[in-house]
């Protein structure tokens, strides 16, 4: 398009200008154009941006490397799930971070779930009043920040629960004030082991039974109690097993002695809040997928089925609830998603996740930004990630299998 | 029908008067029998509901409004004065909660930028509006003049952003990040639905990884490492920086909203644009996106709820929102301990302004609703 050398003749200017738009409306060619150009851009972009880093970080003096993970870590954690000490290093810091995370993530799933179906249903009912209680819960926590939550239920905690000295007795043993909840922390003794490899067992026994009761049922019709039956397997007979074998397990209580407890097992009001906020916030959306998801199975299908002589409970089981899984799943799953990266937001109130260990303490002690940041950033997408391929997998599953 | 009186009384065929409905099945006493007592379950939830409502409500109550003091000096005073919330805290720092540390001769400019904001917003979401036409062209140099008053220059009294908080910071994070991540999202979705692959993975990969970390990382990242990655020596400002971010993090969800809706239109539709020889982007503007970002207006308006209530995470990196704010506040030994009550408080303003946009939100999907 050079306007230098067209200016001899014009025919040729007319042909060159004639090829360039020719290129240009060609489909084929312009998509290529397009994205050598994007992706040109893109090298230039992150090359900009590694070359400004490096120049950056020479002129701190810094470097880049993980080496620092073996220094010790010089911070205390006082709510953690293996043996860790001050003198421990960065990366012992980072695994109980990770653990902490994935623990208040997993006990957030739990609880959100089994509120949710509760408010989803509640939200459901015929019932005005529980009806509208509900609405006004899911409401009024859904417009309200989660971080908001959380700090509005540890304040609550901190202030309103007593100190040691008056702390108020659960049973015996256990003890709840403003500084966790005390319980006794349990010593397994040998025979112990026996117990947990029968529930173990009960466990594997519940998941092939019932495989074979749904192939039985799919062939013949037959129906097994599959649910008592497991329900047997892995909870009763365990118990029966432990008590049979003289309750092979001892227990540490606490004490109080001076201003707090000793000894026994600790969860802290940071967990507690972190934790029941968490599943609160993310009670309420869940409720609001049950609910779309119950409603999407259309009554004809309730109609038909109880038409056909089906019990009730039977016709939710196999019909209501099958179909409304379809539609609960995916939104479930992103819901699941949002509570492990929500609790990231532990850092305001004390608790220590993954962002609170590596990505604050540790990141401001070692001045390490970029490797700490890239660690937090890469944890959570592989957390991320596993959710994800564990409810795709869930997916396929239970969907509609079309023939 | 065989009662003793309309034995007595003979009527002619057609000539029997309307008697009223028996009493159970008219009025309140219908409407409880249905909806609170219809059956046993029925009869249980409701005794339950109202024993839960007669433990909680009362005391809520006298908290919040009968035993709270709204006029005092300090904590001391308050706790004095009755049992319950403290308000005088929040009413003794209401301007702080409002403007945060902006110039107390300047303040006129915010409320200036505020009220020609509830005029342009208006002026969006009223059809009816009156000089609705001259509005919206004021809507699009709205930005400068806010801009202009806010940071002040030529002529009006420079304010620095970190003098920026409260409520005030709050709206601008939310609207800003509204009104540019709506624009993003669409180029992002459209960008994930392209053929061309080098855009698509470009596209997929921002999107998957924005949302899979958490806001709060990518604000670390705003505060503590984006001057690693500009040449040596530039700094640019943290709202700017934090404005970026939360946009970038907003676009990313858009996108998949909006690509939920650019599935749902059918492909003939784009067939019969491709077939009216339409090109791309007119094909886009005129078929596809008005179809597309009407199915994802419920999507489109959660993401923009999601995207104000991020803003309070901008605590973390230090801007004072205002929560920011309270916690500040709360520092002062006059008034420690009152976290409750500045907690409840914010909660209070997200909990109004959130359930307006979703209000809204439903209003506009019944307006646009137009299928059958």
Redesign the interface.
């Known amino acids: 398009m050079n306007s230098g050398t067209s200016v001899g003749s014009t025919s040729s200017a007319a042909q060159q200008r004639n090829i360039v738009s020719r290129i240009w409306n060609d489909k084929e060619t312009r998509s290529v154009i397009v994205q050598v150009v994007a992706l040109v851009l893109l090298f230039a972009f992150f090359a900009f941006m590694i070359r400004n880093a490096v120049v950056n970080l020479e002129a701190l003096g810094k470097g880049f490397s993980f080496s620092f993970l073996n220094t010790p870590a010089n911070y205390d954690i006082n709510q953690r799930l293996i043996e860790y000490d001050s003198r421990s290093t960065h990366w012992r810091a980072m695994q109980v971070g990770i653990l902490n995370t994935l623990l208040v993530a997993f006990a957030g799933i739990v609880l959100s779930t089994i509120l949710g179906f509760i408010l989803g249903v509640l939200r459901l009912s015929k019932n005005w009043l529980t009806n509208k209680i509900a609405h006004i819960y899911i409401e009024y926590v859904r417009n309200v920040p989660v971080l908001l939550h959380i700090l509005l239920v540890h304040g609550i905690m901190v202030h309103s629960l007593p100190r040691p000295k008056s702390a108020i007795t659960l049973g015996e043993t256990g003890f709840l004030t403003n500084r966790g909840l005390f319980m006794p922390k349990p010593l397994p003794e040998p025979l112990m082991w026996a117990v947990a490899a029968l529930f173990v067992a009960g466990i594997i026994f519940a998941f092939l039974f019932r495989r074979w009761a749904k192939k039985v049922q799919d062939e013949t019709g037959k129906v097994y109690p599959v649910f008592w039956i497991s329900l047997f397997a892995v909870i009763v007979l365990p118990v029966l097993a432990f008590f049979l074998l003289g309750a092979p397990m001892a227990w540490e209580n606490p004490e109080l002695k001076g201003f707090n407890f000793r000894g026994g097992m600790v969860i802290r009001p940071e967990f507690i809040a972190l934790w029941l906020a968490l599943s609160f916030y993310t009670a309420a959306f869940i409720a609001e997928i049950v609910r779309a998801g119950i409603l999407a199975v259309s009554h004809g299908q309730t109609e038909a089925s109880l038409a056909l002589g089906i019990s009730r409970s039977r016709t939710l089981n196999l019909v209501v609830i099958p179909q409304a899984l379809r539609v609960i799943v995916p939104p479930l799953s992103s819901q699941y998603l949002n509570i492990t990266k929500n609790s990231s937001l532990a850092i305001a109130i004390g608790y220590m996740d993954i962002t609170a260990t590596i990505g604050g303490i540790s990141l401001n002690q070692t001045g390490r930004e970029m490797e700490c940041m890239l660690i937090v950033m890469g944890l959570y997408l592989i957390f991320s990630l596993i959710i994800s391929m564990f409810m795709n997998w869930y997916n396929n599953r239970i969907r509609l299998v079309e023939r | 029908m065989s009662g003793a009186k309309e034995v007595k009384q003979h009527y002619e065929p057609g000539t029997h008067p309307d008697l009223p409905p028996p009493l159970g099945s008219t009025g309140p006493i219908k409407w409880i029998r249905e ?2 007592f ?1 059956s046993p379950t ?1 009869i249980v ?2 005794i ?3 024993f ?2 007669y433990k909680i409500v009362p005391g809520m109550v006298a908290w919040t409004i009968t035993d709270a003091t709204f006029i005092a000096a300090d904590r001391n005073e308050c706790r004095a004065l009755n049992s319950g919330a403290c308000w005088a805290f929040i009413a003794q720092r209401w301007h702080l909660f409002t403007f945060g540390f902006y110039p107390e001769a300047e303040r006129w400019r915010v409320v200036l930028a505020f009220i020609l904001l509830c005029v342009v917003i208006v002026a969006l979401l009223w059809e009816n509006c009156p000089g609705r036409s001259l509005l919206v062209k004021f809507a699009l140099i709205f930005p400068f003049i806010a801009a202009w008053l806010l940071l002040g220059g030529f002529g009006l009294e420079p304010v620095s952003t970190d003098k920026f908080g409260g409520f005030m910071l709050t709206v601008i994070i939310g609207v800003t990040g509204i009104a540019l991540s709506l624009p993003l999202g669409i180029l992002l979705a459209l960008g994930r639905q392209s ?5 698509k993975y ?1 596209c997929v990969g921002f999107i998957e ?1 924005i ?7 990518l604000l ?2 705003a505060s ?2 984006l ?6 020596g530039t700094n640019f400002n943290l709202l700017l920086r934090v404005l970026i971010m939360v946009t970038l993090f907003a676009s990313a969800y858009m996108a998949e909203v909006i690509r939920g809706g650019l599935q749902a239109v059918p492909n003939g539709q784009i067939e019969a644009a491709d077939a009216m020889g339409l090109k791309y982007w007119p094909a886009m503007r005129l078929i596809v996106l008005p179809q597309a970002l009407k199915i994802s207006i419920p999507g489109i308006v959660n993401t923009f ?1 999601g995207l104000y ?2 803003s ?2 901008v ?2 990196i230090g801007l004072l929102d205002p ?1 920011g704010i309270g916690q500040a506040s709360l520092a002062d030994t006059k008034w420690q ?1 009152l ?2 009550e500045v ?2 408080f ?2 209070i303003f ?2 109004i302004s ?2 307006a946009m ?1 209000r809204y939100s439903l209003y506009l999907e019944r307006k646009l609703h137009t299928g059958h």
């Open positions: 909806n609170l219809s029925n939830l409701t339950l509901a109202a839960f409502l053929n061309l692959p080098i855009i470009a990884f949302r899979g970390v958490p806001l709060i990382t670390f990242v503590t490492m001057s690693y990655f500009l040449p040596p709820i209530k991020d309070v995470l605590i973390v929560l301990g976290s409750t907690y409840l914010v909660a997200f909990f959130c359930y979703a």
